[in-house]
């Protein structure tokens, strides 16, 4: 037997007392000699029969506060020891594997009050040609509310005494934080009940103390650098552990009864309708648990629009592509001989809008919608079972990207609010975590960040105490709604009045961040110009010459912020800053730990309430000049690669900065189609874009539903819809370039022949123990773990095989050739240290990609504006398939642009990407055989749509071409032109109803769609074109626009005064120079008809009817001109005028009046 581990911190010395006496007190019976090392953790005892005279004894011997002695703790146990055993302190030195560990008594002395982790009080620098620094963060000392929110001290009211920590855990398993004195009150004077959960303490008499703690808890995951080096260890498994209530595995008592019919668990079966085997009837017993059950049930539902709608649908498709057909073969049988050039210019781009239109519409021809189960969710991942008695999460990991670039364009504040919604979702606490990326390095970001993790101590809790949606605090109480409605707690009230008051302060700290970091940086910045000066004295030079001086940014404990500067200086400018990365939030415990009781450093009672918060983490990569940056795509890998170090969650969910979690169970959802059957082929589940802030008209047609609800819908019944940007799920291994388990390979026309792919060796639906089918199967992954591939960095290679593995379905599910074991991820997860950030930093430097594949195969693909949908293209073309998730209350919410210029000039960057895209390798031409042919079409059609603005300018300024020369597109108005335009165009009409009626949008926002893509046809499309043609031909390089984000403004009389405001741009000029032309062509076509000899009608109805059909569209482009007062700007007046005077004087030149000759026109006389 042996003592109890002295604490060290540079050593362990280990009491060994060796004993001579037998089983008797005495000492009769045969010499046995027990050599035994004490751990702060009970374990099992390996022999069967225990002295008696030992148990006593072993409870008195203490180590000692010496270094290598050890003292008895009263004179009996001392006598005995001595006469009986010879003990001697052995000191072991520190290893990876042997760690010290101080037991509770040294560290009530050591640590008395709680102190800040060293990971989140160091700031991580590093970067090309330097040296990784860690620069630790001075700060007070923390208070006892802090102490008492992070659960150190006793929860009883008016007791301020340490709890139960260190070596000791609470002793009761509700996890009640009680310190000594009270809980020997409480089992005392309180009859043994616990105060939290009200039931009887546990005393170490009880049989379930016989199991030793080392058995309750799960093992924790292997090393990632040891991953590949142990055999047979690549991954730890939960061991099998009974329940925490019952005596073994199966409570047999209660499920089965003894009989003689037929056998079910060994000599006993499940009753059935309630009678045994010998017809007794019996009452009570309940039905027995389907342990496989649980996977059997589907986590998602697929739901097929009505065959009363889609039939119809596809019907009405046809008949408008025979209706066109129709048209365009009478249009090129029966050409105007008058106006041959008119003639011919029309056809073209009818032809020309036919085939876009069924570009656009095949892909439309299969929509579907889904719908989740989460109670099933629950059940089957964080339900007690026998592989997780305590009904710990089974859930994967989620590493969540937020990425910002420029605190100017986008406030701190919205981005707070983004952090802070994240930091609340309905997630297991302890497999999240947040990764800000902040692009342009500034200090005020990390500060505001800063405040964010502060604020979210409250924040947070009230949102898990209270279930309050949204949890973006800005849109929570700024919402119209009633607040009260469903709440039935009646410290709510009081509560929220606290938390508002809270968010109003944290506003004003954070509004007021930029003006203070000014202050404090101009302070040192003239104390170092005096200093400098000084020195400059001392050294007697000249006091005429003028030092130069750079005037650095200060942090807040007086040293040189690493980033970027307000005055730009060398390696610290936008392109020229070190890479950093701090951990505001550390790694949270697995275990929940509650809260206390309200006080005033606690503005809220969470006392039932979670208090633990996510891992949050602030990084901003390095930048040099001559290195290509990449943009938005290479701060996605960034954060990809530091995320892989850190947390390496197996799923990865990326938000802009102004996209916040609207509904807390987003998470949740994606995680259904994830884990689902065949979620393994899901390489990422994309949410829709919905907005806040936009005006009730939407005049722009901002929200874009048209696309959200139709056409992404419908994709969803092909392979999946594409990636845009932000408000997805990712798969992990499908960012890292591999292909998914199982493809399917299209061949012939339409790709109507299949070949189904196994691209990883099949287990023939067996289910042996995981280790040893990791041994004996060789995964696809560990083929690419090469440097030229991923990099230089062992540990990012190390845990690709961690996060597949993590990511896999569960190997209790039908048909699951590869899975994992159920309650293998209930482990917690590594800590962080010193060597794991720098080595984050390492992987966020500039020249890490070079010679690697990240930015071609791996991760965010590189070369184009809108790398997203490049992003999601790779993955489908590699026979991934992809999930588009509608919940019934919006997922994320974003923000949009609703100024008119901001709004063309977002256009502008997306259909400039569709240009790269259709001159690029990653043209749908040349998609693989994994993609379907209706895929194809679709992203096809992405890259191709900007073109048909050149065909729609000519199309409407053919009107006015009509108008002004009395011609039209048809020699006359037959019958037949009349017929198949009024088919074509009732046919578009019920196509749009019947889209109407499956999609849930509604009629004006489709008719705003419309609109709205004239406006971008004729004027950020054609600029789109040209733009990319400017890069292909001349390699003239594209700029890249950030999209202002729209502060939160309190006003709200003032909430759309950015509708209003008229910014002048070229790309208005298209519009107002085919609206201008129009309406003076109806005045002159009018005239001329109406003052004619022989007026030709039908011409003039026909050049009307299209030309009022062009000015329709236009009408919120001429809207949004006017401003708020009706006031036009007087560059409008004048690039209006200037534009139709040369049209009507080159119109009369080329075509002039009738009896007139062109000589007459072009000379000019003095009276």
């Not at 970091?517 to 004295?537: C, G, P, T, V």
């Not at 943009?631 to 102004?658: E, H, Q, Y």
Request: aromatic fraction near 10%.
């Amino acid at each position: 037997m042996a003592g109890r581990r002295a604490s060290s911190p540079a050593a362990s010395p280990v009491t060994i007392t060796v004993s001579s006496s037998g089983g008797k007190e005495g000492g009769e019976g045969p010499l046995r000699r027990s050599i035994g090392l004490t751990s702060p953790v009970p374990r099992h005892s390996f022999s069967k029969a225990e002295s008696p005279a030992a148990r006593p004894s072993s409870r008195g011997l203490s180590s000692g506060g010496g270094r290598y002695g050890s003292v008895a703790d009263n004179d009996e146990s001392h006598e005995r020891t001595s006469s009986e055993f010879v003990r001697y302190t052995v000191h072991i030195p520190p290893t990876p594997d042997h760690q010290p560990t101080a037991s509770p008594e040294d560290v009530d002395e050591l640590e008395p009050r709680p102190q800040r982790s060293f990971i989140s009080g160091t700031i991580f620098t590093g970067g090309f040609n330097c040296v990784t620094r860690g620069h630790v963060i001075e700060c007070s000392a923390e208070s006892v509310g802090v102490a008492k929110s992070a659960g150190m001290l006793c929860e009883m009211n008016g007791c301020d005494g340490d709890a139960f920590r260190g070596g000791m855990k609470p002793p009761c398993e509700c996890g009640f934080l009680i310190c000594k004195d009270c809980y020997l009150e409480c089992v005392g004077d309180g009859g043994g009940l616990c105060p939290g959960c009200k039931e009887l303490y546990r005393t170490v008499n009880d049989e379930d103390d016989s199991v030793s703690e080392d058995e309750g808890r799960p093992l924790p995951l292997t090393s990632m650098l040891d991953f590949n080096l142990k055999a047979g260890k690549r991954l730890s498994m939960v061991r099998s552990m009974k329940a925490p209530h019952q005596p073994g595995d199966f409570d047999h008592n209660r499920w089965l009864f003894e009989t003689k019919g037929t056998y079910g668990y060994g000599n006993a079966v499940w009753p059935r309708d309630g009678n045994a085997g010998d017809g007794a009837e019996y009452k009570g017993f309940e039905e027995p648990p389907d342990f496989e059950g649980k996977c059997r049930r589907p986590l998602t539902r697929k739901k097929g629009v009505s065959q009363a709608i889609l039939s119809p649908y596809r019907l009405l498709v046809v008949l408008r592509l025979l209706a066109l057909g129709l048209f365009l073969a009478w249009r090129i049988r029966h050409p105007n001989h008058d106006a041959i050039w008119l003639w011919g210019m029309s056809v073209a781009c009818e032809v020309w809008f036919a085939f876009s239109w069924l570009l656009d519409q095949l892909p439309k021809l299969c929509p579907v919608n889904r719908a989740t189960d989460l109670s099933v969710l629950k059940e089957c991942f964080e339900s007690p079972s026998i592989r997780n008695p305590k009904g710990r999460s089974d859930l994967p990991g989620v590493d969540v990207f937020v990425s910002t670039a420029d605190p100017e364009k986008e406030p701190p504040l919205v981005t707070a609010n983004t952090i802070l919604s994240i930091l609340a979702v309905d997630y297991p606490v302890e497999k999240l975590a947040c990764y800000l990326s902040d692009d342009g390095g500034s200090l005020l970001t990390f500060e505001a960040l800063a405040e964010t993790a502060s604020f979210a101590r409250i924040w947070v809790p009230f949102c898990r105490k209270h279930a309050v949606e949204p949890r973006n605090p800005e849109a929570y109480f700024s919402q119209k709604r009633d607040f009260l409605k469903n709440k039935v707690r009646r410290d709510f009230v009081r509560e929220r009045r606290k938390v508002k008051r809270e968010y109003d302060e944290f506003k004003v700290r954070i509004n007021s961040l930029p003006e203070s970091i000014r202050r404090r940086s101009d302070a040192y910045n003239a104390h170092e110009e005096l200093r400098a000066k000084k020195k400059q004295m001392e050294i007697k030079d000249s006091i005429s010459e003028r030092t130069e001086f750079i005037k650095a940014t200060w942090m807040s404990d007086g040293s040189h912020w690493p980033g970027t500067w307000f005055s730009a200086a060398p390696d610290h400018s936008r392109g020229d800053h070190a890479g950093i990365i701090q951990v505001m939030l550390v790694p949270p415990n697995p275990e929940p730990v509650t809260g206390n009781v309200e006080q005033e450093s606690n503005l809220i009672n969470t006392t039932d309430v979670d208090i633990r918060l996510p891992m949050l983490v602030y990084v901003s990569r390095e930048k040099r000049p001559g290195y290509d940056h990449n943009k938005k795509a290479g701060a996605m890998n960034a954060l990809v690669r530091t995320s892989a170090i850190m947390s390496n969650g197996p799923f990865i969910l990326n938000l802009d900065c102004d996209h916040y979690v609207h509904n807390s169970l987003a998470l949740r959802e994606g995680m259904c189609f994830m884990l689902d059957r065949g979620g393994d082929r899901i390489c990422y589940v994309q949410f829709p874009q919905r907005f806040d802030g936009i005006d009730p008209s939407d005049r722009y047609a901002n929200n874009n539903l048209v696309f959200f609800d139709v056409t992404m819908r419908a994709m969803d019944g092909l392979q999946g819809p594409m990636y845009v940007g932000t408000g997805c799920i990712f798969r992990r291994t499908a960012l890292y370039g591999f292909s998914p388990p199982r493809a399917t390979e299209h061949h012939g026309w339409f790709g109507r022949k299949k070949t189904k792919l196994f691209l990883r060796k099949p287990t023939m639906g067996k289910k042996h123990d995981p280790i040893a089918d990791d041994e004996k199967d060789e995964l696809d992954v560990e083929s690419a773990l090469l440097p030229k591939r991923f990099g230089s960095s062992a540990t990012l290679a190390a845990s690709i095989p961690v996060a597949e593995y993590q990511g896999r379905l569960l190997q209790d599910m039908p048909g699951v050739r590869q899975g994992r074991p159920a309650g293998s991820l209930t482990v917690p997860r590594e800590p962080l240290d010193a060597a794991t950030v720098a080595e984050a930093i390492s992987v966020v430097s500039c020249f890490y990609e070079d010679q690697t594949e990240w930015g071609r195969r791996v991760g965010w693909i590189y070369g184009s504006v809108t790398e997203d949908v490049v992003t999601g293209y790779r993955m489908h073309n590699r026979g991934w398939r992809s999930i588009y998730c509608v919940t019934k209350r919006d997922a994320f919410r974003g923000t949009a642009p609703i100024n008119l210029t901001d709004r063309l000039h977002q256009v502008l960057r997306w259909a400039t990407g569709s240009v790269e895209i259709f001159f690029s390798q990653n043209n749908a031409i040349f998609a693989s055989r994994r993609m379907k042919f209706l895929q194809r079409v679709a992203y096809f059609n992405c890259g191709i749509y900007p073109f048909t603005s050149i065909f729609l300018m000519v199309y409407c300024v053919l009107p006015a071409i009509s108008l002004f020369t009395g011609q039209f597109i048809v020699q006359s108005l037959s019958v037949t032109f009349l017929t198949l335009l009024l088919a074509i165009t009732s046919t578009l009409c019920l196509l749009a109803l019947l889209e109407i009626k499956w999609s849930g949008i509604t009629l004006h926002e489709w008719w705003r769609n419309e609109q709205f893509w004239l406006i971008g046809g004729t004027s950020a499309h054609p600029a789109a074109v040209l733009q990319g043609l400017l890069k292909v031909i001349a390699g003239v390089d594209i700029s890249f626009t950030l999209t202002s984000k729209p502060a939160t403004d309190d006003d709200a009389a003032d909430a759309f005064a950015e509708l209003y405001v008229v910014k002048w741009s070229f790309l208005m000029v298209p519009p107002i120079t085919i609206m201008m032309t129009n309406m003076i062509a109806i005045a002159v076509g009018t005239a001329r008809t109406m003052y004619s000899e022989f007026p030709q009608w039908s011409k003039l109805l026909g050049g009307v009817f299209f030309s009022f059909w062009v000015l329709c569209h236009l009408y919120p482009f001429a809207k949004g001109l006017m401003g708020r007062r009706g006031k036009v700007p007087t560059i409008v007046f004048i690039w209006s005028g200037l534009l139709s005077s040369i049209i009507s004087l080159l119109w009369v030149y080329i075509s002039p009046p009738a009896g007139g000759k062109r000589e007459d026109f072009m000379s000019f006389q003095f009276p």
